[in-house]
């Protein structure tokens, strides 16, 4: 199913394949394959929006081609979308779009008027509205099984803080209207729940 959407853009199987091996690397939890083909989904619900749906859908594919739990684990995944993608035969500013809405993802925070980085960043975060919310935060902290329990409930409660300051989690209209009150109300129960034990 995956690597049909990737060929869908036209791009070489084999990329998309060595592509698909990262996504399955084991030490992932929730950055796996299921959330490659969520994102995706998501981008596919809101592609309307978007400037360039195809330069977004190549985004998701590497907004967390390169996941080890790490601060630069964004900025490592835009340099090999910005390795790759030229041999793939795309033009320098596509390339440059696709490595500049990677980066997004390390905060979420889009300047007003970007609809790619919109469509991208709230099909990424629409997991914080879905019923598998508890799931995905058991996986999360799996993939940070590195980091002690104190210092991750300080710093997961800190990236609940930086999502709830935002003045909208979701930019685009559809997601603001379908995911915008639940991921609120999950993310706020879960600060909650955090903050009771710091």
Do not use: K
């Not at 049909?4 to 929730?30: F, K, T």
């Not at 790490?70 to 041999?87: N, T």
């Not at 209207?177 to 639940?182: I, K």
Request: hydrophobic share 45%; with cysteine; proline share 4%.
């Amino acid at each position: 199913m995956a690597l049909a959407r990737w060929v869908s853009l036209g791009l070489d199987e084999s990329l998309g394949r060595s592509l698909l091996d990262r996504w399955s690397e084991p030490h992932r939890r929730y950055h796996d394959l299921a959330h490659l083909d969520a994102v995706l989904s998501g981008v596919d619900l809101l592609a309307e929006h978007a400037d360039d749906p195809d330069l977004v859908r190549l985004a998701a594919w590497y907004h967390d081609a390169v996941y080890r739990g790490r601060p630069d684990d964004e900025e490592q995944s835009a340099l090999l979308a910005e390795a790759e993608l030229p041999a793939a035969g795309l033009d320098a500013a596509a390339v440059a779009e696709v490595g500049r809405l990677v980066r997004l993802t390390a905060g979420h925070r889009t300047s007003p008027g970007d609809r790619n980085g919109e469509v991208l960043c709230d099909a990424d975060l629409a997991i914080l509205a879905s019923d598998g919310y508890d799931a995905y935060v058991a996986a999360v902290r799996e993939e940070y099984r590195h980091v002690p329990e104190d210092a991750f409930r300080v710093g997961r409660a800190a990236v609940l803080r930086n999502l709830l300051a935002l003045p909208n989690l979701y930019r685009t209209p559809l997601a603001r209207e379908r995911w915008e009150a639940v991921a609120r109300e999950n993310l706020r129960l879960e600060l909650e729940a955090r903050s009771s034990l710091l």
